[in-house]
């Protein structure tokens, strides 16, 4: 059905753009990128002829693009993390709507302006943790909202990787990003979890940070050495979260670590009636007739020979329900109230890591 266009305008044109939103919007095909803009002008000109039209304007500074652009409707903030706090005020406060990649922000501070000037505004914003969409999560979180699981009141937040630090971009740099797997993955895993649980009223955090492999060469990394001059930030971090219920997470993240524990985005619950995870595809354990009982869902519908049950992958799901709820007032998936405790909590354990100390919460 042919819907009227979203007018956006990109901000950020490097790996998460490419890699991510770029080709989402283009595959939905109800955007119309009014305008790109980058630091570096040849990014933005080759998001303009991969995905933009002949009428799409060129920037390499953010605030141009809002003062001229009247007609965008919604910007897309896909830069390094430290710019995604003033970038976002400042776009809602020029009367747009918000896509900000994850995580939110660099601190929590910057993210709790953001939410302020959401609330100011009136102006949506949307952070940009897809892996809710994915069938496994939304299975999940079914199953958490009808009581399925009970009580759910011990959590793991998985995010490990044995050797895959990336390479490119800023990623290793501590000032542009504030940190390393814990802000980069681990966010993802932390933001799953909590939203499984429904529970964002942390009480505690306590933190352990480590940069043990970062100094190594021969890494046999999945993108080849990394540059140890560079590398400034943790290659991998764990937290020990206890809520004010008495539920307890703890999160693993890891970019380096000699694991084959490896599992990236993803969840384990326990709960007074069962428990699931997402080791082996999504699993769920619980006890029927005095037995103990393992059911794996059958998330890929498949049923008949010319039909096998793929569905929209989560990018291209967050990019509808974004357009749905700018245009046609739809839930908004992803609360910025729930984005800001996840970088409330991957502050504390950065913070708890550096003093040695547990952080306590009001």
């Known amino acids: ?103 939110m922000a660099k601190t929590y501070a910057d993210a709790k302006a953001m939410v302020e000037t959401a609330k100011e505004t009136g102006k949506i914003l949307n952070i940009g943790y897809q892996n809710r969409y994915r069938p496994d999560s939304r299975y999940l979180k079914a199953a958490c909202e009808n009581g399925d699981l009970g009580e759910v009141y011990y959590a793991k937040a998985h995010a490990i990787r044995r050797r895959a630090v990336p390479t490119w971009g800023v990623f290793l740099n501590e000032e542009e990003q504030g940190g390393g797997p814990l802000i980069d993955i681990g966010t993802h895993a ?64 890891s970019w380096a670590l000699n694991s084959l524990d490896v599992d990236e985005a993803k969840t384990s619950l326990c709960g007074t009636k069962a428990g699931a995870d997402m080791k082996d595809g999504l699993r769920i354990n619980t006890v029927k007739y005095n037995k103990q009982v393992t059911e794996k869902p059958a998330l890929d519908a498949a049923g008949v020979a010319f039909y096998d049950g793929e569905g929209e992958d989560a990018p291209d799901v967050e990019q509808d329900v974004f357009y749905n709820a700018v245009k046609n007032g739809g839930e908004q998936i992803v609360k910025p109230e729930q984005a800001l405790v996840v970088t409330q909590l991957l502050e504390a354990i950065y913070k708890s890591a550096e003093t040695g100390k547990t952080i306590y919460f009001d």
Not at 59 to 77: G, H, R, S
């Open 1 to 103: 059905m042919r819907m009227e266009k979203l007018k956006i305008g990109i901000v950020g044109c490097g790996g998460i753009a490419n890699g991510k939103h770029l080709p989402a919007i283009k595959k939905n095909g109800n955007f119309e990128i009014v305008a790109v803009c980058d630091l570096i002008e040849e990014r933005a000109l080759k998001a303009k002829k991969e995905y933009g039209t002949e009428n799409t304007n060129v920037y390499t500074d953010y605030k141009q693009l809002l003062e001229q652009e009247k007609e965008i409707e919604a910007v897309y903030v896909l830069t390094p993390n430290r710019s995604h706090s003033f970038i976002s005020i400042d776009a809602m406060k020029a009367g747009k709507h918000v896509m900000c990649e994850k995580p």
């Open 190 to 253: 932390l933001d799953l979890t909590l939203w499984m649980m429904d529970n964002y009223e942390p009480a505690s955090v306590t933190g352990s940070v480590f940069k043990k492999l970062g100094d190594q060469k021969n890494t046999a990394n999945a993108w080849g050495d990394w540059d140890r001059e560079k590398f400034t930030v943790e290659d991998s971090a764990f937290g020990f979260i206890k809520m004010k219920d008495g539920a307890t997470i703890v999160l693993e993240a």
